[in-house]
């Protein structure tokens, strides 16, 4: 599952550093997130970073990619070369 930026976002831009894989973006008009780099964290976190960091709950898991855990933990290794590894998750950044 990757997650999406509803148009209720503010453009506040404390989402897109957060992000380990460099899936978030300024679009046009709001945020955006890159679904094909999007792992939910997974590999880097235990939560999502931007969801935790977003002041007005406007993050959510996007129904059109639907990943399991399992695709998400492939994602991961695809995206950075590492072996997924559940205890090298962080709790958070802050």
């Given amino acids: ?15 897109e550093p957060e992000c380990p ?25 235990k939560k999502e970073q931007c969801i935790v960091v977003c002041p007005v709950d406007c993050i959510l898991v996007d129904p059109e990619h639907t990943e399991s855990k399992r695709e998400l933990e492939l994602k991961y290794t695809q995206l950075t070369g590492a072996e997924y590894a559940e205890e090298n998750e962080k709790e958070q950044t802050f």
């Fill in 21 to 45: 894989n460099d899936a978030i973006y300024q679009g046009e008009l709001i945020y955006e997130i890159e679904s094909s780099k999007c792992t939910e964290c997974v590999g880097h976190f």
């Fill in 1 to 15: 599952m990757a997650l999406f930026i509803t148009d209720e976002c503010i453009n506040c831009d404390v989402c």
